[in-house]
T-cell receptor, first 113, second 112 residues
Framework: GAGVSQSPSNKVTEKGKDVELRCDPISGHTALYWYRQRLGQGLEFLIYFQGNSAPDKSGLPSDRFSAERTGESVSTLTIQRTQQEDSAVYLC???????????FGPGTRLTVL | LAKTTQPISMDSYEGQEVNITCSHNNIATNDYITWYQQFPSQGPRFIIQGYKTKVTNEVASLFIPADRKSSTLSLPRVSLSDTAVYYCLVGPMDTGRRALTFGSGTRLQVQP
């Protein structure tokens, strides 16, 4: 079946603007994660959704970042008043409730000018 | 989550076996060891996971000594397409939140 998809693949915005990134997880995956990856670095955890439980937002770097998930499907990550340090690749992953493997999407490359 | 240490980079040639070692001195009893592979401009891809001794799949083998303070990912007969960044992760699999903590990984360069 289809893997995790993300849109847009690339986003260029001006400092101070808001952006919205979308993730479509694999059907049936109850867990969904957002990560950020700066150039040449590892992944930073941002937020985690599991079913109908309250999301784990402990990785969000500031209150400019927020995310929502509709049931067990689409998720959107919103960054308000973007800053240049927000420039990075934003990766989404989904997984079954059980099992070790997270399936990653191709990411959205965000560039803040 | 246990901190991991792995080499920044490694070089190899096609057809050779590559072993990437990861140190995780503070691994907890309920922690598993997981390895991911990431190609440029792609998200990471799960390779293998283990708890102790040896695990083997069609892609790689994972060796874990008895004290579990380190682990070694073994890639048999690498090819150019194995050029990627390899991440070692340690964390529990039995908690609600299983977000992965990625370090900087090991950049493997395979040459002809």
């Amino acid at each position: 079946g289809a893997g995790v998809s993300q849109s847009p693949s690339n986003k260029v915005t001006e400092k101070g603007k808001d952006v919205e990134l979308r993730c479509d997880p694999i059907s049936g995956h109850t867990a969904l994660y957002w990560y950020r990856q700066r150039l040449g670095q590892g992944l930073e955890f941002l937020i985690y959704f599991q079913g109908n439980s309250a999301p784990d937002k402990s990785g969000l770097p500031s209150d400019r970042f927020s995310a929502e998930r509709t049931g067990e499907s689409v998720s959107t990550l919103t960054i308000q008043r973007t800053q240049q340090e927000d420039s990075a690749v934003y990766l989404c992953a989904s997984s079954l409730a059980q099992g070790p493997e997270q399936f990653f999407g191709p990411g959205t490359r965000l560039t803040v000018l | 989550l246990a901190k991991t240490t792995q080499p920044i980079s490694m070089d190899s040639y096609e057809g050779q076996e590559v072993n990437i070692t990861c140190s995780h001195n503070n691994i907890a009893t309920n922690d598993y060891i997981t390895w991911y592979q990431q190609f440029p401009s792609q998200g990471p891809r799960f390779i293998i996971q283990g708890y102790k001794t040896k695990v083997t799949n069609e892609v790689a083998s994972l060796f874990i000594p008895a004290d579990r303070k380190s682990s070694t990912l073994s890639l048999p007969r690498v090819s150019l397409s194995d050029t990627a960044v390899y991440y070692c992760l340690v964390g529990p699999m039995d908690t609600g939140r299983r977000a992965l903590t990625f370090g900087s990984g090991t950049r493997l360069q395979v040459q002809p």
